[in-house]
């Protein structure tokens, strides 16, 4: 090392020096805050006791059932039943009523203002009253008397017709003779015309037979070893698992190394599901293809289990799985939003009969991981009435319902 070295280097620092940087300080640990999580709001926060929100709250709207009401319920219910109804209702505060019966704000709210006491005639169908015997001398109308309606309904608006004038005339005319209240809860129907099958015509015959034995009738073919056994483990019918969607969702080449070489085989990965919350993954691997198939679709019928959905459509809030080194959250999502997610979680979605779903997969893609974290996170969704046991709370609470006809 030369002597000079060190001479230099102060020389250098006294004509040039070093200009100091000041970097913004990190903070790593979550309890330390940053200078911008100090900042004062912009409006002072208001608390509900400050401006008497909880003593404005009106319960005179909640009058008890008059004697008439209860005429009327006694009519559908025991008094052991209706004995429980008033214990329940008094259970409940008036004010929790009244303040979950503010007009809602979440996606699925009406997008109108009812109160669903009333029946409008162009929304909603009309009740022809309450379920009554049948009426013995209840008959079908001739086409003269539905001649007569419509001449009447004619001569009741000379001035023109419109789509609405014809709605409430399809929705309120009867097509019966009799008690007009029995229609609601006729014992016999019409029913549609049984063809003939016995033409005496041989020329027709031999046609049918013939297209029969070209055709061949479904279900008349014999099935093989295995869906039997899965039929016998299941308990499901050939005729049943036919409507069972089946998808075949991973099918690939793979070799298993032995001391005697390489084995090559064929591996498929299936989804079946129902489409109303049934579900479940199979996995098969032979040396041919058919095989192989054969044996992940029974193994996907035979794996089937409930999926919890929200409104027959979606998932009970956000979940995520994670097999391996793929991990998939799902998300629920208001109606209409459809399947906006990778293709395996789309076919898997659509078996199990969900609509609206939103999902992201991180880290690893790989199909098969992939496919397996989305059944383990739909089977592993977390009940809302067990969410509102742990938290001490009414079910009615948590999903700020209450079942008194206040909430529009």
Known sequence: MSVRRQPRRAFQLVLFPVSRLHHRPRFFHSKTSSPASNRKPAFPNVKASEIKAEEAIDTSVLKP??????KLLAQKYTPEQLAAIEIGESAIDL????????????????PYLDDLSKIQPIADFPVRGPVQPPDPKL???????????????????????????????????????????????PRSSLAAEIPNYTDDDPEVKRKRI????????PGDEEPDEGTKR????????????????????????????????????????AVAGNGDGMVGLGEGK?????????????????????????????IFGDVDGKVAAAQVSLMNRPPG???????????????????????????????????????QALHTQRDPEQI???????????????YGGMVS
């Not at 004010?95 to 009406?110: A, F």
């Not at 509102?388 to 009615?396: E, H, S």
Request: glycine fraction near 6%; proline fraction near 3%.
């Open 65 to 70: 059932y008059t004697e008439e009401e209860k």
């Open 95 to 110: 004010k929790d009523v009244v303040r979950q019966g503010r007009m809602r704000q979440d996606p699925w709210r009406l």
């Open 139 to 185: 008959r079908m109308k001739n086409d003269d008397e539905i001649a007569q309606d419509l001449l009447d309904f004619a001569e009741g608006h000379p001035d023109g017709v419109n789509a609405v004038d014809w709605l409430k005339f399809f929705n309120n005319t009867t097509t019966t003779v009799g008690d007009p209240n029995a229609e609601a809860n």
């Open 210 to 217: 013939r297209a029969l034995a070209r055709r061949g009738r």
């Open 230 to 269: 899965m039929l016998l483990d299941t308990g499901y019918t050939l005729k049943g698992i036919r409507d069972f969607r089946v998808k075949t969702l991973v099918r690939h080449r793979v070799v298993n190394q032995t001391r005697l070489g390489k084995i090559p085989s064929i591996y498929c990965l």
């Open 286 to 314: 032979s040396f041919e293809s058919n095989d192989a198939l054969l044996m992940a679709r029974n193994n996907a019928i035979k794996n089937m289990k409930p999926v919890r959905r929200y409104e027959r459509r979606t």
């Open 337 to 375: 939003f459809g399947l906006r997610c990778q293709h395996y979680i789309f076919e898997i979605c659509r078996a199990a009969g969900i609509s609206d779903l939103a999902a992201r997969v991180r880290r690893s893609r790989n199909p098969m991981n992939v496919c397996k974290a989305t059944i």
């Open 388 to 402: 509102a046991i742990a938290r001490g709370k009414k079910f009615v609470d948590v999903r700020k319902v209450y």
